[in-house]
C-alpha cells in the first residue's frame, strides 16, 4: 500500500545547510521509490493558520519509506534540516480504493 512522508515545515533558516539538504534529498529518495507530490509552494489556507510550508513524499510502501529514512544516506543529511528548522513529520498509508470515510469506523 502507497505511503506518505509528510512534514509541515513552520520555520526553516535559509542557509548553506538547508541548501545542502536540499541538492542532496533527491538522491537518498531514487533507490526507494520516492518521489516528491507536494514540495512547498502556493498554499491556500482555508482555515485557520499554516505557517510554514507541506511537503509530502509518496513511496511504493511503509517498508520502502522507512529503508528511506534510516538509510545511511538520509541519515547523513538529516541533521542538515533538524538542526535548521522547526517542522513536525509524520509516515502515514494510503488507502485502499475505493474508500468512504465510514471505513474508517470498522
Given at each position: 500500500m502507497t505511503a506518505y512522508a509528510?512534514?509541515?515545515?513552520r520555520q526553516v533558516r535559509m542557509g548553506?545547510?538547508?541548501?545542502?539538504?536540499?541538492?542532496?534529498?533527491?538522491a537518498t529518495l531514487e533507490p526507494f521509490g520516492g518521489r516528491f507530490l507536494v514540495h512547498g509552494g502556493n498554499l491556500e489556507?482555508?482555515?485557520?493558520?499554516w505557517p510554514?510550508?507541506?511537503i509530502i513524499i509518496e513511496f511504493p510502501?511503509?517498508?520502502?519509506m522507512r529503508r528511506w529514512y534510516d538509510s545511511p544516506a538520509y541519515q547523513a543529511i538529516l541533521?542538515?534540516?533538524t538542526d535548521n528548522s522547526?517542522?513536525?513529520?509524520?509516515?502515514a498509508d494510503g488507502v485502499e480504493h475505493p474508500?468512504?470515510?465510514?471505513?474508517?469506523l470498522g
Open positions: 509528510v512534514a509541515h515545515m548553506p545547510q538547508i541548501v545542502e539538504y536540499l541538492h542532496r534529498i533527491d489556507v482555508i482555515e485557520n493558520d510554514g510550508n507541506l510502501d511503509r517498508r520502502q541533521a542538515l534540516r522547526r517542522s513536525d513529520v509524520v509516515f474508500h468512504k470515510a465510514t471505513d474508517v
